[in-house]
């Protein structure tokens, strides 16, 4: 059996003895007799080796793909060591959340440098510390917006399916009604997103590039909104900001999205990281941790939590949001994923998604039967058809070793190219494409 | 120390990507912003040195003593960690098909047996990220049961006063209206006022047991069972659950939905605030409602399954596998004699290092306590002028991390103090000698200690400063 209880049998005798007491059971006293478990149902425990093997054996049933064209709002990036290793440091890893400022500053400045990363790449003024995710992070954004007038909010249909679950189920919750602005040629329809607002709109959600890698006419829609007195939230992509025109810039009051193309892996969903930031209007309204400089008694500059009266631990049943451990570790992911990409490192990281996502389209949608479905600009992702059944297709694909596209629910298919996918990798993929849908 | 973005300089980069090798495709004018984001430029050494020093100014849990309340902060062993990295896990995409994920799934069912096994419940959702994101699922299935089997007007949550903030945070984010009962004289849930406070509008009870005194409530099974004869269903807060893991369980007290905090109880690490994971588990009763993408085992295999009245999503795909992953490991290394012995074993340290010194300190309740107790300072501070949050930042000078302070609100000056198993009889005594040299100081010099600390990095901050005049981000230099 494995333990990690430092005592020895001999010390925690010692310690019973000391406080009156003979078996461990006495500790129990005030737990009802029957309730007493005699014996778990589980297996015995085990050594450091047998429990890495019987993980390995687990992990050994997975398939892990080298070769993936598919992302859908998980996306396949290079994660440079430096983020491996730093993430890795056991102060970071063991610390709780920062309350204690005197003994916290590496993670409270680590969060302020990820903060200011999170402003510069939306364009916005403040960012709190971090949401459980993209999905999440939209949710709570729209929660953000509501006031007792404003209650409804207008949500783009041609957004990532799991973030429109996510916000659906937080809002039925809270009892607010959520209303889906349909979509014309892969994009908001512009003219429904008019005849739908109205004067209990809180807040029009819209995603850049979209869930078919599209990008929406961001200001026709923000310019709308607004006229109409709704606010409104940008769910956006981190790469892609690098190069794209921001919700600072464009006039959205809060930009949120999935941190995890930002240093973080795959991992089968989990752990990611939801960012949100916002204008300093807004700000107080931002759920979360937020981390702001001050001084200490000496005049030394100093990192610690702050407007934590919008928070639980202060607010209770009136607090913004119920958020305590957020995805802080993840935070520093990003953080050093971007620190270590830097200023232009992260724009090469964007334009090669960018160009591969366009060569590959190309090469795609010349073969028969794969025709692009939408017309327009994209970033790195875009639907084509298919021209047998995209289950059928994909399986073809994987006996190849190539995680194809996203099979959508009307048989087109979503690709996705990043940095990751080689040219030689693509001419690949393009030729088994040929082979099997012929 | 200075930040990444003073460190920065012109033309420092990493060289981590190939050469394009396709031709160069440009957005459009229209589309792109109009500068670049100031991310810093950076040798791969100016990096490393900058988060080496951030982490010699981070207390964690390999650093020493962390005795912080309700916070579990035990041991995370390494090997998990080694776990979690396999590739197998890694560099799986969550959109895979289900037969190439077959290893995630068996993992999350067989973690859900084993959890259900030690929870008492019936089924288990991974999907949740923390223990708050954890409560709101558990009242969204509370309400989703009541609004199926048409119960209209329950719409009030019963909350001790002695409960985390997030309890009320939670129900009021379900829309659900806070009903706060008193404690009673031994710290547990008033049963009059309980009886008082149920009805034909209550949706049901937030508790944690033991709660955040320290103290196992005894009449569990009559505060379940008022709560049930009102038509309420009972919500099992799982952030003390370390206490009595093994030992007894939820189930078998009358709960019908638990929250569990893996990155507390089952020895997954903070990371400085998350990531952590909020499984939540449900008797028979809330099945039905349990969000989607359900993983479930089949003849053939394993597959995904939606609930017939599921709730949805509360966040993308299935949850923070890679910490479930690290919850396995932990659970397989203890196995069905590890766990209780690792509650008997937290509940011991707590009890012997409250006798190391509750002559000098008075406890906010009496007896043996679970796996934390509550210093009430209150007297020290008439006596001394000392303060609590004087004490908790003279263990700062002194290498141990705090106990959390001004919890449970019901106690004034209020110290609580949850050791944890994962520390030996002389970290408890060494903590203990700290604790009495500190209690003589406020006696002899209590000035030292309104001072203290002076040996960290930085000293006592101005809080209200930071929060009249926000600065939050880093100001570049105009021009």
Redesign the interface.
Known sequence: ???????SAA??S???G??G?ES?????????EQ???S????????S?L???R????????????DS?F?G???Y?H?I?S?VK??I???????????Y????????L??I??Y???I???T?M???N??V?????AAAEAL?MCRDKKRTSALVASTI?P??M??I???S????AEVIRVPELDGRMDIEALKSLLHDGVASVYFQQPNYYGL?EDAQAIIEIAHQAGAKVIMGVNPIA??????PG?LGADIAVG?GQPLGL????????LGFMATRMAM?RRLPG??????????G?R?F?L????R?????????Q??????????A?AA??Y????????????A??C???A??LNQAICALPGFEVVHEG?F?HEFVTRCPIDAQLL?QKL?QRGI?GG?PLDDGNILWCAT?MN??AQ?DQLVDALKEVAR | ?K???EISAEG???S??PK?????????E?????S???????S?ID??RH?????????????GF?P?GS?T?????R?N???AA????????????VH?????L??LTDAET?LC??TGMDRMSFQP?????G??LG??LI?AYHKHHGNVGRNKIIVPDSA???N????????YQ?ISVPSNAEGGVDLDALRAAVGEDTAGLMLTNPNTLG????N??EITQIVHEAGGLNYYDGANLNA?M????PG??GFDVVHL?L?KTF?T????????AGPVGVKDCLVPFL??HQPIKLDDGYAFEDAAHT?????????????V?RA??Y????????????A??A???S??MM?LIKDIYPMATDG?CMHEFVMALEPLKKQTGVSAMDI??GL?DRGI??PTMY?PLIVHEALMVEPT?????S?LEQAADVLRELHKLAHDDPESLHQA?IH????????V???RN?????AFPEG
């Open positions: 059996m494995g333990s990690y209880i430092p005592s010390e925690r010692q310690m019973l000391a406080i007491l461990m059971r006495d500790l129990y006293q005030a737990v009802p309730m007493l478990v014996s778990l149902d589980l297996p015995e425990g085990a450091e047998e429990v890495i019987l993980m390995q054996a687990y992990a050994g049933e997975n398939r892990v793909f993936i598919r859908a709002g998980a396949h290079y440079p430096i290793s730093v890795a440091k056991e102060d970071f890893l063991t610390a709780y959340t920062p204690q400022a005197e003994i916290s500053q590496g993670i400045q680590s302020f440098e903060q200011t990363m402003a510069e790449l364009g003024d403040a960012s510390a971090s459980y995710d993209g999905a999440s929660t990532q799991m973030v679950s996510t659906q189920t937080y039925d919750g809270a009892d990008f900001l690098a190069l794209m025109a921001t810039e999935e892996p795959l991992a089968f969903g989990g752990p990611y700000v941790r937020i981390v702001g400089e001050t001084v200490d008694v000496d030394k100093a610690v702050t407007l934590q009266a928070e639980q631990h202060i607010r209770r049943e009136k607090a949001s119920n958020i305590c451990s957020n995805q802080a570790l993840c520093m953080s050093v971007a620190a270590a990409m830097g200023r232009d490192g992260l724009i090469e990281v334009n090669q960018h160009s591969k366009v060569y600009e970033f994909m994987e995680l996203l940095e080689t040219k693509m | 120390m930040l990444l973005y420092r980069a990493l981590l990507l394009l090798d396709v031709p160069r495709a440009e957005l459009p229209n589309l792109r912003r109009t670049p984001a100031r991310l810093p430029q950076l791969e990096l490393s988060y080496t020093a951030l982490s010699k100014r981070t207390h964690g849990v390999n650093d962390y912080l916070c902060m035990k041991y995370n062993a090997v960690e080694e776990a396999l590739p197998g896990f890694s560099r799986v995409h969550p959109l895979q098909p190439t994920v077959q290893g995630s068996r993992l084993m096994e030690i990220a923390a223990g708050a994101h409560e709101l009242l969204l309400k985390h903030g997030t009320p945070a939670s129900a009021a984010m379900v829309g806070v103290v196992f409530d005894k569990i099974l009595i093994g030992v007894a369980r078998d007290m905090n990155h020895g690490p903070h990371g400085g605030g998350g990531p952590g969000p989607a709730i949805g999503t509360v966040k993308s795909f299935y949850g923070n596998f890679l910490v992953v396995l490991c659970i397989l290394t203890l196995g069905r004699e590890g766990i209780p012995e690792a008997e074993n509940v011991l340290n009890n012997y006798h043996i908790a930042k700062l991390h705090p919890f198993e994962t520390e030996s009889k970290t600390p960290t990095p930085v000293r006592r901050l101005d809080e400063g930071a929060a926000p600065r939050l981000r880093y």
